[in-house]
Every structure is written in structure tokens, then in C-alpha cells.
């Protein structure tokens, strides 16, 4: 009973001098012929085996598994002999299944590698892995349930290599591989899929490969403001929804105050800014976001700003951020209330105008062209409150797996890992919490 393995008996167990307990045990369930069905009691031989078990406990036990090799009676059948199983411990296995099982559950539900699961059980790498494989297949094999809103993201896999050319001596690059990988967003199933490759043709034949009911079903598509992927699903997906990521619109606008501040404090003192400037001691205050500033860090940065001529233009980059954020801040999430395109298209017209005021600040026309490029598919992330963070927190999951496994060379291994890391929280418990995360 303490060993626990259907139709096996203990006979004996023994502790050795180092502490390790070896059991003896048998067969106990009546042996039937593999070819004809009949019992024998025929015994040609004993064989001792001796399959890798579990621990008991934090211990090692060294199982010692006595099989009978039988005769079989029958004499009609063809088969000789025949050596006796149970279930735990199939013909021929030199680990017994729920060791398996174990490992294929340390690495699937418990974020352990192949290789530590391998070593603390003392099983190979291959064994282990194929455990794995073994549990992973059975969660993933179903093909994707359909899903309303789509995140479409890119992950790095690995680092770029490069070749030295030996004739020309320049460097050529050999293998720079990312994944293109598709994200429920509204469901909870997690990584969907990865394709090799980043360009629109990659994110089209993965699309490609789902049935038309479920390419129909997908009505909102986020994705970063990336023309490849807007124009994969443009193809694909010719009834969904395309959004971008908010996140990174603001990080865009953030990114032009700082551009404006850098070139301003250039002009001021004809070096890059550093510690004792006005302009740069108010460096962080001009990237949080305007709700969030106290009156006298509010007065401080209009105080700092107003004082140059080019300390004004960087206060005029700031408002142009902050008005885009005010159409943005429209959304459900921020208001309580679901917004409608006509406000969010007026809030942006009016960040355009202020953009527009000031053509001499280039960076503002940039910011302002690559916004009304971009229009539709803000004011419809505005609307629709879709985002993309839930992909990319678990992109970082996919990211910290390749860690774990010190990178892996096999891409299939890889999409196999992530796709059961990514899936992991949510065959456990339904996501939420990944959906609160990563607003501004
Ligand atoms: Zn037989």
C-alpha cells in the first residue's frame, strides 16, 4: 500500500548504509498472454528490473521489480513466452508512468526545464522531455476556440547571429528570428499560436490556417503601429476591428516632449543636459502624466519652462502630449462611460490644431502625422477600451521561459514551452488580473 502501484506487492525494503531505501516488490495481478488472452502460471524465469520510480517523500528509493517469465499454456498460440506488467509498470519501461507523469507535470504546470526535471529525478533529458511532450500535446492539441478580440504581437527569438564573409570580409546576417505570436485577449486560452518570421506574410499564413468560422468570429485585432501586421490583417480579416495599443501612442507623445526638451536645453546651453539644468531637474515631471502632478510640481514645471524661449517650446510639446492624452483618457476605462467616435475624432482634431499653431516645433508635426495616420485605429482602442497588454505580459512569460531554458535551439520545442507557460495561469484560474496591469 505504501509503495501504491496497482498490482505491484512489496516483499521486502531495506534502508542501506547511505540512507536510501531499496523496496522489493512482484507482480501480483494474474498475467494473461499478449497474443491469445490466456492465464499462465507457466514461470520460464524471474528477471529482476529495476525501474526509476517517484521519491518517497525527499527520498530516493531504488525499486527492485521481480517479473515472472511465463510459458504460455496455450497450444494453439503461436507466442513462446511472455513476461508480466501492471499498469504502472508496462513491458519493457524502465520508469514507471507516474514518475513520467510527474516530471511532464514538473515542466507543463510548474515552470520547471526538461533538464532540472531530468536531474532531480534521475530520468534523461530526452525521457523527461518527452514527458512533457506527452502532457503538453493534450492540453494544446485542441484547435483555438474562437475569440473576439486578437492580439497580434512580435517576440524575439534568440539573438541575431552574424557571418563573417571570407572573401569579402563584411559581416552577413544569418539568423535574426522572431515570431509572430497571436494572443486571446477577451478568452482565456492564452498564446494562441506562433509563426516564424515578422512580416505580413507570416501573420497571414497563421491567420490562413484557421477556419474560416473562427477568422469570421475575430472582431477586434490589436496590434503595435506596425504596418506589416495592419496590413496582414487588412487581408485576412477583412471584417475586424484594427486597434493600437494605446500604451504605446502615449509613449510616442512622451517620447516627443523629450525630444523637444533635449533640442531645447541644446539651444540653451549648447551641451546635452545634466544635473543642476531647470530644464532636465524637471525631466520626469514632464513624462507623468498631467492628472498625477501636485500643484507645486505643476507650478514648478510652468515656472521652469516660462523663464526661456526655448524652455516655452518644450511647454508647448508638453500641452500637445497632454491634449492627445485628453482624447485618449475618452476611454471606458478612464470615464466610466463608453465613448462615441464623433468626441474622440473632435478631442484629436484639436490636438492636431494645437500641433498645427506650432509647425515651428518639428517634432510636434511628426507626432501629429504619425497620429493621423494612425486615427482609426485609435479612436476605435478609444471606443472599443481594447488592449494589447495582456499579449505582452505574456510575451514577458514566453521571454523568461527562453531564459530558464538558456535559449532553445529547437523552435518547436519553444513554441511547445511558451504555449503551455502562457496558458498556464489560465488552466489554473480564469485571467484578470493581467488585464488591470500596464494602463497609463
Ligand atoms: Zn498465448
Request: with cysteine; glycine share 8%.
Amino acid at each position: 500500500m505504501l509503495l501504491g502501484m496497482e498490482g505491484v506487492t512489496v516483499t521486502g525494503a531495506e534502508e542501506d548504509a547511505s540512507g536510501r531505501l531499496a523496496v522489493w516488490a512482484r507482480i501480483s495481478r494474474p498475467a494473461a498472454c499478449p497474443r491469445c488472452g490466456a492465464v499462465s502460471e507457466r514461470v520460464h524465469e524471474y528477471v529482476t528490473t529495476r525501474p526509476r520510480d517517484v521519491r518517497h517523500g525527499s527520498r530516493e528509493i531504488g525499486l527492485f521489480l521481480e517479473k515472472r517469465r511465463l510459458v504460455c499454456g496455450n497450444g494453439d498460440c503461436p507466442r513462446g513466452t511472455f513476461t508480466e506488467w501492471a499498469p504502472q509498470v508496462p513491458p519493457r519501461c524502465r520508469i514507471t508512468r507516474r514518475l513520467l507523469e510527474h516530471c511532464g507535470d514538473e515542466i507543463a504546470e510548474r515552470g520547471i526545464t526538461p533538464a532540472e526535471s531530468a536531474r532531480h529525478n534521475g530520468v534523461s533529458w530526452p525521457s523527461a522531455h518527452a514527458a512533457f511532450g506527452e502532457k503538453a500535446d493534450a492540453v494544446l492539441r485542441d484547435d483555438p476556440e474562437p475569440v473576439a478580440h486578437l492580439g497580434i504581437d512580435e517576440h524575439r527569438r534568440g539573438r541575431a547571429r552574424w557571418r563573417r564573409d571570407e572573401e569579402t570580409g563584411e559581416y552577413a546576417l544569418v539568423a535574426d528570428r522572431w515570431h509572430t505570436c497571436f494572443y486571446d485577449l477577451s478568452g482565456n486560452q492564452g498564446m494562441l499560436g506562433q509563426v516564424e518570421g515578422r512580416t505580413a506574410g507570416d501573420a497571414a499564413y497563421w491567420l490562413a490556417g484557421a477556419t474560416p468560422a473562427w477568422r469570421d468570429a475575430v472582431r477586434v485585432v490589436a496590434i503595435d503601429m506596425c504596418t506589416i501586421y495592419q496590413s496582414a490583417v487588412k487581408k485576412m480579416l477583412p471584417a475586424a476591428e484594427i486597434v493600437v495599443d494605446l500604451f504605446h501612442v502615449v509613449q510616442l507623445a512622451v517620447k516627443a516632449v523629450g525630444d523637444v526638451r533635449r533640442r531645447a536645453i541644446r539651444e540653451l546651453y549648447g551641451r546635452r543636459g545634466k544635473a543642476g539644468d531647470p530644464e532636465y531637474g524637471i525631466k520626469h515631471l514632464l513624462e507623468k502624466n498631467l492628472e498625477n502632478l501636485s500643484q507645486e510640481q505643476f507650478a514648478k514645471v510652468i515656472e521652469t519652462l516660462d523663464a526661456t524661449g526655448p524652455g516655452q517650446h518644450i511647454a508647448l510639446a508638453w500641452i500637445g502630449k497632454e491634449k492627445l492624452r485628453h482624447a485618449l483618457n475618452l476611454r471606458q476605462r478612464v470615464t466610466g462611460s463608453v465613448p462615441c467616435q464623433r468626441q474622440v475624432r473632435d478631442r484629436l482634431f484639436s490636438f492636431y490644431d494645437w500641433c498645427a499653431q506650432n509647425e515651428d516645433i518639428p517634432e510636434l508635426l511628426t507626432l501629429a502625422r504619425t497620429i493621423a495616420r494612425w486615427e482609426n485605429e485609435i479612436a476605435a482602442a478609444v471606443v472599443t477600451g481594447v488592449t494589447n497588454a495582456a499579449s505582452e505580459s505574456l510575451n514577458r512569460i514566453a521571454k523568461l521561459e527562453a531564459r530558464m531554458a538558456y535559449g532553445f535551439r529547437n523552435p518547436a520545442n519553444q513554441r511547445r514551452r511558451v504555449r503551455t507557460a502562457c496558458t498556464r495561469g489560465t488552466r489554473r484560474k480564469p485571467r484578470d488580473h493581467l488585464q488591470a496591469h500596464h494602463e497609463q
